[in-house]
């Protein structure tokens, strides 16, 4: 059985892709940062439809704890062939004239250094150089790489540029090794990440701007996530899908 991990998996795009990506035969390892309860929803609901699943606790911006938790999935059984980079935060809408260092840090620690660690990590476990299979990883970024996020989180947004670069260059440097790398920019999604930066209905104030006129539900992104993972889309790496509505 293929084994993938999706980080930040108990809520939001991460659940929706846990649930399809187990839906299509995967073991899913369920990561999460703190709310437990969460992830074992998640799971529960993965097992209670046929699927295998179960969590894995790790901060990925803590190197220790990737580790740790890349090495509980080795101990289950299944191949490791799929990456889902979808953790991220963001937190109060503000200025750049406004921001700290503190946060800056701890935005890309997580956004960016999280991100680099757990491909580190899934490489080692897929590539034909170290014996592995093969596999794919998708990157989950933001319309916000593209659009800058000005007057609400610059950082944010530059931490997704960085998260972009990372796509690209790790695409190139693992192409003979069996491994794709792609990244998937959401536009405005419904999830409980819009009240971590202050604005809990902010998708239904910006999507009168949006062309499709309206903000896009988890599953929307999930599915495409899953495609760029897939065999449907076996000579495709190093690329992005704009998931924005038109954004
Ligand atoms: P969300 O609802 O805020 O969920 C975030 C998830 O990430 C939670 O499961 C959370 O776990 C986990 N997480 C946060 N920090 C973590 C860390 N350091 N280590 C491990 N897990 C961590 O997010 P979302 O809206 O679904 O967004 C998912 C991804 O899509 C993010 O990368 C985001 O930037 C991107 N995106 C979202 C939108 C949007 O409109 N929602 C648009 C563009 C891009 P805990 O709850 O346990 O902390």
């Given at each position: 059985m293929n084994t993938a991990l999706v980080t930040?998996?108990?809520?939001?795009i991460g659940r929706a892709t846990s649930l399809l990506l187990a839906q299509q035969g995967y073991q899913v390892a369920v990561n999460y940062r703190q709310n437990a309860a969460a992830a074992e929803d998640v799971v529960a609901l993965i097992r209670q439809q046929g699927g295998k699943a179960f969590t894995v606790q790790a901060d990925i911006a803590d190197e220790r704890q990737v580790v740790a938790m890349f090495e509980q999935i080795d101990r289950q059984s299944g191949v490791f062939t799929a990456l889902v980079n979808n953790a991220g935060i963001l937190f109060q809408q503000a200025r750049v004239e406004q921001l700290t260092a503190e946060r800056i840090n701890r935005v890309f620690a997580t956004n960016v250094t999280g991100s680099f660690l757990c491909c580190r990590e899934a490489v080692k476990r897929m590539g034909h150089h170290y014996g592995g299979q093969g596999g794919a990883i998708v990157n989950v970024s933001s319309a916000a790489s593209r659009l800058g996020a000005p007057g609400e989180y610059v950082d944010y947004a530059a931490s997704k540029g960085a998260m972009d670069t990372l796509t690209k260059g790790l695409s190139l440097e693992v192409a003979a090794q069996g491994i794709r790398v792609n990244g998937v920019r959401p536009g405005l999604?419904?999830?409980?990440m819009h009240a971590d930066g202050g604005e809990p209905g902010r998708v239904d104030r910006v999507a009168p701007a949006i062309p499709m006129q309206r903000g896009g539900q988890p599953e929307e992104i999930a599915r495409a996530i899953l495609w760029l993972l897939?065999?449907?889309?076996?000579?495709?790496?190093?690329t992005f899908i704009d998931a924005a509505g038109g954004r």
């Open positions: 930040g998996g108990s809520r939001g999604i419904y999830t409980e897939s065999d449907e889309a076996s000579y495709i790496t190093g």
